[in-house]
C-alpha cells in the first residue's frame, strides 16, 4: 500500500471512530509504529487529524474549504475512474433519464457515456457545463444543462432557475457527487446554492447513486444535503474503511467497492 492511501485511510478511520492509537494502526497496517508518527504528523500538518499522545483524534469542525475544479478532478484521480466504472452498472434501460451533479467523480462518469453508444437513449440532464460540453461533443442528443447561475470555482450551476426547473422533472437514477459522507451528518458540501441542486435532484429520482472515494468517508462539510437513508447506493474504491462500508450495508444502503 502506497503511503498516500494508508494516510487516506487513517483520516477516514479517525473521523470515524474519532480516536486512533499507533499501535494499533501499526498492527493494522502491518508498518512501524514511527512510520505511523510519520503519516500522521503529514496529516496533522494539512489539519486533517489533531495529534494527541499516543495516536491523533479527529477534527471536530465542520469543513468550509472548497478547491478548483482543476485541483479536485486531479485529486484520487485513479480511485475516481475505478468508481466512476463501478457506477456504470446503475444505468437506467433505455430511453431512461439520468440526472447528473457536478462533481468531478460524476464527471469521470460522464466521459464513459461519451463513449457509450447506449448513452444516445438516454435523456440526461446536469447542473455542470463541463459535463454538458463533454457530452454534446460527444454528439449526444438528449443533454439538458439547467440554467442558472454558474460558480466559477467549480462551473456547477445553481440558483432558482435551476431549482425550478428540477421541480418539474423526474429521472430514473440520479448520479451524486459529495465533498463528505458520515453516517450522522449524511452527505454534505461547502456551498449552500449547489447543496439545494444536489437535494432537489436526489428528491426527484427514482434511485440515488452517490460517487464517493474514500478520501471522504468520515468528513463533514458544512451543508448537508441529504440523510443516508436518502441514498440507495454507494461507489467508493477500496481504501474505504470496513467500519463505515459495514455500517452503511447495515443501514440497507448498497456498497459498491471499485476495483
Known amino acids: 500500500m502506497y503511503a498516500e492511501e494508508r494516510r487516506r485511510q487513517i483520516a477516514s478511520l479517525t473521523a470515524i471512530e474519532g480516536r486512533v492509537n499507533v499501535t494499533d494502526l501499526a498492527q493494522r497496517f502491518d508498518v512501524t509504529a514511527e512510520t505511523v508518527r510519520r503519516d500522521l504528523a503529514v496529516l496533522a500538518h494539512e489539519g486533517i487529524i489533531h495529534r494527541v499522545h499516543g495516536g491523533a483524534v479527529a477534527t471536530q469542525s465542520f469543513l468550509t474549504t472548497e478547491f478548483t475544479l482543476d485541483t479536485r478532478s486531479k485529486s484520487a484521480s485513479g480511485a ?41 437513449h438516454w435523456s440526461i440532464v446536469t447542473n455542470c457545463l463541463s459535463i454538458a460540453l463533454s457530452l454534446a461533443n460527444a454528439g449526444l442528443d438528449e443533454v439538458q444543462l439547467l440554467g442558472g447561475t454558474v460558480r466559477a470555482i467549480t462551473q456547477a450551476v445553481v440558483g432558482d432557475t435551476a431549482l425550478r426547473t428540477l ?93
Open 167 to 259: 421541480a418539474l422533472m423526474r429521472a430514473e437514477v440520479a448520479f451524486i457527487g459529495t465533498n463528505a459522507l458520515t453516517l450522522d451528518h449524511g452527505l454534505s458540501t461547502a456551498d449552500s446554492q449547489e447543496a439545494a441542486v444536489k437535494r432537489a435532484m436526489i428528491t426527484n429520482a427514482q434511485k440515488v447513486v452517490v460517487l464517493c472515494d474514500s478520501t471522504k468517508l468520515g468528513n463533514d462539510y458544512l451543508v448537508s444535503f441529504a440523510g443516508i437513508d436518502d441514498i440507495d447506493v454507494v461507489v467508493t474504491d477500496a481504501g474505504a474503511p470496513e467500519s463505515i462500508v459495514e455500517a452503511l450495508r447495515e443501514r440497507e444502503i448498497q456498497v459498491v467497492i471499485a476495483s
Open 80 to 120: 475516481k475512474s475505478a468508481i466512476a466504472r463501478g457506477a456504470l452498472e446503475f444505468l437506467p434501460d433505455r430511453h431512461g433519464g439520468i440526472f447528473l451533479d457536478a462533481g468531478t467523480t460524476v464527471a469521470a462518469l460522464a466521459d464513459m457515456l461519451a463513449e457509450d453508444p447506449q448513452a444516445h
